[in-house]
T-cell receptor, first 114, second 112 residues
């Protein structure tokens, strides 16, 4: 079945460490997105990519980095510069960046700081 | 800028009750509107969408009508079930922007 796979489901980080969250899709979608979800705050866009080797900052990009070397993959690195990284992270994709096209979501990664 | 406001939760109803979750939006253009649902521990799933004024989106007994005159997209269901317990997000997407704007979500509890 086609879909979006995020791994791991749970991730723990020590302070000062970088961690990378994986997102893979087999939907042949051009556009991919990373969101952060905190209780009571909805979803906030971190980064998005419309095409391979290109990506743009979202509303809360500070302390995060991404790469898009393959169409299927859009990993997110949470760096030590992100002071409050504990959150639920959601990856999404869509056919193109088009207002009529819905986004498809993975099941998320919950990141906690030890 | 564009924004979405939806009613705060949690909303608690008994099974078979009528559901309304209010959503209003602010947009300078002509956005597409969406409702997404998130079950515990999962990502978001598209529930329904409407792309122009007076369109009605529907799915799984849920409905929402795109009302340009009141800038609203309220979610309704005539008879809710325990399995409808989840968090519901209203969202909009504007052709002039690359992003989808999400509301803060409304948690729904259905009691048997």
């Amino acid at each position: 079945d086609g879909g979006i796979t995020q791994s791991p489901k749970y991730l723990f980080r020590k302070e000062g460490q970088n961690v990378t969250l994986s997102c893979e899709q087999n939907l042949n979608h051009d556009a991919m997105y990373w969101y952060r979800q905190d209780p009571g705050q909805g979803l906030r866009l971190i980064y998005y990519s419309q095409i391979v080797n290109d990506f743009q900052k979202g509303d809360i990009a500070e302390g995060y980095s991404v790469s898009r070397e393959k169409k299927e993959s859009f990993p997110l690195t949470v760096t030590s510069a992100q002071k409050n990284p504990t959150a639920f992270y959601l990856c999404a994709s869509s056919i193109v960046v088009d207002s009529n096209q819905p986004q498809h979501f993975g099941d998320g990664t919950r990141l906690s700081i030890l | 800028g564009n924004s979405v406001t939806q009613m705060e939760g949690p909303v608690t109803l008994s099974e078979e009750a009528f559901l309304t979750i209010n959503c209003t939006y602010t947009a300078t253009g002509y956005p597409s509107l969406f409702w997404y649902v998130q079950y515990p521990g999962e990502g978001l799933q598209l529930l329904l969408k409407a792309t122009k004024a007076d369109d009605k989106g529907s799915n799984k007994g849920f409905e929402a009508t795109y009302r340009k005159e009141t800038t609203s997209f309220h979610l309704e269901k005539g008879s809710v079930q325990v399995s409808d317990s989840a968090v519901y997000f209203c969202a909009l997407s504007d052709r002039r922007d690359d992003k989808i704007i999400f509301g803060k979500g409304t948690r729904l509890h259905i009691l048997p």
